[in-house]
């Protein structure tokens, strides 16, 4: 499975963006999807999962703001990521796992390349 990330940027506070995971192989229905942030000198952290039936789980850091889909004919996953804070600054990582959704990131075996977001003050 590879995993192909798009949508970093540079945005101001309060603003949107949206990440895409393209996902290469045919599982991609029955996977659970998951993104992932890392801010410089922190650990990384979870964000937000959704499992391929629908059941979705969020950062209570990005609860309200932050939505996780899926189009599983594409094979795609999307982050909508609103009313973003300076404090949302981070590399974003999506990532695949077929053990169902998880909010550890042990749990995913597959992961696309980092895409950075900067919120401005």
């Known amino acids: 499975v590879q995993l192909q990330a798009y949508g970093g940027g540079l945005v101001q506070a309060g603003g949107s963006l949206r990440h895409t995971c393209a996902a290469s192989?045919?599982?991609?229905?029955?996977?659970?999807m998951g993104w992932f942030r890392q801010a410089p000198g922190k650990e990384r952290e979870f964000v937000a999962t959704?499992?391929?039936?629908?059941?979705?789980s969020y950062a209570a850091s990005v609860k309200g703001r932050f939505t996780i889909s899926r189009h599983n004919d594409k094979n795609t996953a999307y982050l909508q990521m609103n009313s973003l804070k300076p404090e949302d600054t981070a590399v974003y990582f999506c990532?695949?796992?077929?053990?169902?959704?998880?909010?550890?990131?042990?749990?995913?075996?597959?992961w696309g390349q980092g895409t950075l977001v900067t919120v401005s003050r």
């Open positions: 990532a695949a796992t077929t053990v169902g959704p998880s909010n550890s990131a042990r749990a995913y075996e597959y």
């Open positions: 192989a045919l599982t991609f229905s029955t996977d659970a």
């Open positions: 959704r499992g391929s039936r629908g059941s979705t």
